[in-house]
């Protein structure tokens, strides 16, 4: 069964800083996906940022970067320049299969997260 | 486009009695989810729908959870009777198989037990 670990249940960082998020993950399959999630109060999940377990390049998206270890089984997130806005908690998500039989999209499986704090 | 609508957005019920959710998915979507998320923790599934189907229903309760998806759009999850361990945010999902495994979740409803 696969399973997600965050470590850190809370974190908090100064605005316009850098922080990073750990997330690890167990798994024998090869072909999978991972993702960050943001939650903020309203406690819809946001996508933050996607990766593909067969592609070796690092995912990007504006200030949000991840540094995806396959060998390692590490997926963390890194938020450059941070701002207010990105006080929420944030989940790392585990994708497998991409696909069920039958063609419909698989289910997440999340960490539990870890709540960051961006103080002014 | 609009979103994964919910409703309602928080209830309260005492132990034993029951409680409905519904969801209304992204128009066009085949794949819905409900998920239970506890205070604390990540989002766990409870049950998938493919349309009118269920794909994966492994982690609901049956003894006192059911759901239903008619006509393959919006969406019901029922508990009856409520436990205290049900307090959590129950939040619906919808996706539709496009390549980019895009998942579009509701704001959800926070259910209390007392």
């Known amino acids: 069964a696969q399973t997600v670990t965050q470590s850190q249940p809370e974190m908090s960082v100064q605005e316009a800083e850098t922080v990073t998020l750990s997330c690890t993950y167990d798994?024998?399959?090869?072909?999978?996906?991972l993702f960050w999630y943001k939650q903020p109060p309203s406690r819809q999940m946001i996508l933050v940022i996607r990766q593909e377990a067969y592609k070796q390049q690092n995912a990007t998206e504006n200030r949000f970067s991840v540094n995806f270890q396959k060998a390692a089984k590490s997926f963390s997130l890194k938020i450059s320049d941070s701002q207010l806005g990105d006080t929420a908690m944030y989940f790392c998500?585990?994708?497998?299969?991409?696909?069920?039989?039958?063609?419909?999209?698989?289910?997440?499986?999340f960490g539990k997260g870890t709540k960051l704090s961006v103080k002014p | 486009e609009a979103g994964v609508a919910q409703s309602p957005r928080y209830k309260i019920i005492e132990k034993r009695q029951s409680v409905a959710f519904w969801c209304n998915p992204i128009s066009g979507h085949a794949t819905l989810y409900w998920y239970q998320q506890i205070l604390g923790q990540g989002p766990k599934l409870l049950i998938q729908f493919q349309n009118n189907g269920v794909v994966d229903d492994s982690q609901l309760p049956k003894d006192r959870f059911s759901a239903e998806r008619l006509k393959g759009v919006d969406s019901t999850l029922k508990i009856q009777p409520a436990k205290l361990e049900d307090s959590a945010v129950y939040l619906c999902a919808s996706s539709a198989y496009t390549g980019d495994y895009g998942y579009t979740f509701g704001s959800g409803t926070r259910l209390t037990v007392v």
């Open positions: 798994t024998s399959e090869s072909n999978y996906y």
């Open positions: 998500a585990f994708l497998y299969p991409p696909m069920n039989y039958g063609g419909s999209q698989g289910n997440l499986i």
